[in-house]
């Protein structure tokens, strides 16, 4: 078990692939932990070196006091690839991993040679939104808000199977203050005009049944940045990797392919 000691937050992370691989960094979205990427690892190509952690207030990472700010969070992930020695990476974010993703690459051209956007936007719902949703979380917990969160997150088919169960467990066992801080950071985060001076090779995700950011919000993001690309992919809702791990990886492979990568 991995923990780095960030200064004011230590974070659990994990390394998978050989030490000379090319480097990929995955980043989640609110509510979840490293294991989100499980089931995509498997579809995707040997010789990659994978960076995975748990955000701040989730998995086995500390849980400061809330609220958290995108600027804590951005510094998170600069920090750890710093410990970690990933350079030069391929940054993945999902969701709020997806702002992240945004901010490092506006900050540290060092760090990021590429990213991809997955399900998520420069700016992602209201102010008001997100304090609602912090309200509700404040008076009864996360698992206030478990049913709704769960259909922006998956199919109606995938939702009333079995394997809908691990992840309303990863979702309910969020603290509920480290969810509450990271949504805060949401909340606060509007990233169109730096995203919009980004000038770096970009893929941008989306899926037909996300019901948190769906596909015209991820492409207004994504046609944000010169020459970025897009991929759809349908019968999938805001973790498409869960329920359509190999599509998925194709797309992420031909891209890293294309980026000279891999
Ligand atoms: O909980 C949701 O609605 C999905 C989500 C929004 C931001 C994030 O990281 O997840």
Redesign the pocket.
Known sequence: MLMADLGDVRLHYRIDGPEEGAPLVLAN???TDFRLWDDLLPHLPEGLRILRYDMRGHGLSDCPEPPYSMGALVRDAERLMEHTGFRDAVFVGL??GGMVAQGLCAKRHDLVRAAVLSNTAAK?GTRQIWEARIAEVEKGGVEAIVDA?LQ?WFTRKFRVSEAIRPWRNMLTRTPAKGYMGCAAA?AGTDFITPTSGLRLPLLGIAASEDG?TPPDMVRETTDLVLGSQFALIRGAG?LPFVEKPAEYAQILTDFLKGQGHI
């Open positions: 979205s609110l509510g969701s709020i992602i969160v922006r949401i948190s805001h």
